[in-house]
């Protein structure tokens, strides 16, 4: 059976890196040889004459190395910068984008499953779509760049909340990116995709709406998003890691609960109770929300357990105990230990499903990102 092939497309790589001429700063470009490689960086200036000499690196690049993907930074960086830079580093953006996965666990299956959220949620028609190869990039291009401020920063995560926002609403787990970050980098469109190497895509541009778009009128139209102190605005706080490893492992371990007795209902109830605050404590539920899941899952697994005085108690305590400071009086250690790295994966207020089987939903919850 023949390996799928898929091709550089010249005229997209071109498109793409034409919107950054005559900016200030540098464009930056990274490429990904393996998973878990250093990746290699360049830059170049910003005339004609220098991007096309990228796009003639690009293409010489992909056809005799064949990286995994070939990425561009979303913002100019400043003269001198090494490898792919920092925040601080940022001169200009030229757009705003967000990115959105497709197919992935507890997120929109197909492409009109991703369109219908996209259209709830409080922000403008992108002035294209992106195919990232497994999901979309919705960018907002500008129609004069703008200087970077930690204003601008804010308006980039104030579109990952909204968004955010919107596929919690619509009852999904996953499926918005992190994208606020200045130093983000992007698959360059028009670049092969290729961390399936049995099956590469072609990074492609289309659904464009033509209408360009200034700062102004974005900071006008995207809601405005409360978020925790300790998140700068321009990277995750790292409290989120812990965070969703806990709900992917709670939810495994909710699935786990079927048919398996007292003693893995314990387990998964007192890992909610125990790490439920985390989940407070960064707006991401309210304690009436994380109380409510606590009491549908004693509800749907409790009867038949049987129960003895003291699991009583320790139950009762930890859904009258303030949740929101982790305090739960008796409550028994909970053996899981959380050992596999960080996934982006959830937000909390969905539906909690099991096989065959769905919790009651929780209350509407906007995440506060």
Not at 100 to 116: M, R
Not at 188 to 204: E, F, M, Y
Not at 245 to 272: P, Q, V
Request: aromatic share 10%.
């Amino acid at each position: 059976m023949d390996t799928p092939t898929a091709s550089i497309n010249a005229d997209e790589v071109r498109r793409a890196l034409s919107y950054y001429q005559g900016l200030p700063g540098r464009v930056s470009l990274m490429y990904l040889q393996e998973a878990g490689a250093r990746p290699t960086y360049t830059d170049y200036g910003t005339s004609a004459e220098e991007l096309e000499r990228a796009i003639r690196d690009v293409v010489k690049a992909d056809i005799a190395d064949e990286p995994l993907g070939i990425y561009l930074r979303g913002t100019t960086v400043a003269e001198g910068v090494t490898g792919r830079g920092t925040s601080d580093d940022t001169v200009a953006w030229i757009a705003f984008r967000a990115d959105l996965d497709l197919g992935k666990e507890g997120g929109p299956a197909s492409y009109d499953d991703l369109f219908a959220v996209f259209d709830t949620a409080n922000v403008p028609t992108p002035t294209y779509w992106q195919h990232s190869g497994g999901g979309f990039y919705p960018t907002w291009l500008l129609a004069e760049p703008v200087q970077h401020a930690p204003e601008v920063e804010n308006l980039a995560a104030d579109i990952e909340a909204e968004l955010r926002r919107a596929w919690n609403a619509a009852g999904y787990t996953s499926g918005v990116d992190s994208c606020h970050d200045a130093a983000r980098v992007w698959r360059l469109a028009g670049s092969v995709h290729r961390k399936n190497r049995d099956r590469p895509i072609t990074s492609t541009t289309g659904k464009f709406s033509g209408e360009l778009h200034t700062f102004d009128e974005l900071r006008r139209q995207v809601p405005h998003r409360e978020r925790p102190k300790a998140w700068d605005g321009r990277r995750s706080d790292p409290r989120y890691g812990y965070a969703e490893d806990f709900w992917k492992t709670y939810r495994e371990s909710l699935r786990n609960c079927i048919d398996r007795g007292r003693g893995e209902f314990r387990h998964t109830f007192f890992l909610a109770a125990r790490n439920g605050h985390r989940m407070v404590n960064l707006g991401l539920i309210t304690p009436e929300q994380m109380r409510d899941h606590l009491l549908q899952l004693v509800e749907h697994y409790w009867p038949g357990m049987g129960f003895n005085g003291d699991d009583r108690q320790h139950i009762h305590d930890a859904l009258n105990n303030p949740i929101e400071r982790g305090e739960h009086a008796g409550a028994l250690a909970s053996p899981w230990v959380l050992k596999t790295p960080p996934e982006v994966s959830a937000a909390l207020g969905s539906s909690l499903t099991v096989p065959g089987q769905t919790l009651p939903q929780a209350p509407a919850q906007e995440a506060q990102e």
